[in-house]
């Protein structure tokens, strides 16, 4: 049984929540969020908190009450306070800067690297070798920053390349010269 499925998610102030039609649309000061929601779930919304419930007694549907669960407690949280990802760059060299939409990164290629910021999807360059990125939308946010540090991941034995800022890179020792 799912635990997390049971708990009922808190609407706070500021935010209004419709379900019509296996349609979820979250609303509040950041923005606007919709989600189609499984049939194997439904949802309950009173007195300002939004109870998943399931339509059936499976194991999917167990499955799928928790998994629905977080994805409601993602947007109510996009919608209201947001959502942010820091990304660092490290070597010589390596810098991002920001052109409009356009992130130019310069990653130790003969050439810089140009990629576009998705639709709401903010970013900003702090000291030419760190990147925040805020948005509403959890899942496109990770998406981005995954995108972004799959352009050159951290190497382990100088830990060059684009990472987390809570991510540790394991370092490896390098070749040692015998006599």
Known sequence: MSRVGKK???IPDNTKVLYKDRLMTVQGEKGTLERTIHPSVSL?????LVHVLMAEESRSAHALQGLTRS?????ITGVSK????????NGIGYRVELSGRTLVLHLGYSN?????????ISAVVEKNNILKLSGTDKEKLGH???AIRKLRPPEPYKGKGVKYA???IWR???KTGTK
């Not at 994805?71 to 947007?75: A, C, K």
């Not at 947001?82 to 760059?89: A, D, K, N, P, T």
């Open 144 to 146: 981005t920053a995954a």
């Open 112 to 120: 810089p690297v140009h990629f576009e910021v998705p639709e709401g």
């Open 44 to 48: 309950k919304i009173e007195d300002r």
């Open 172 to 174: 490896k020792a390098g």
């Open 82 to 89: 947001g959502f942010e990802r820091i990304l660092e760059v």
């Open 166 to 168: 809570e991510e540790h």
């Open 8 to 10: 009922p998610i808190p």
């Open 71 to 75: 994805l409601v407690s993602n947007m």
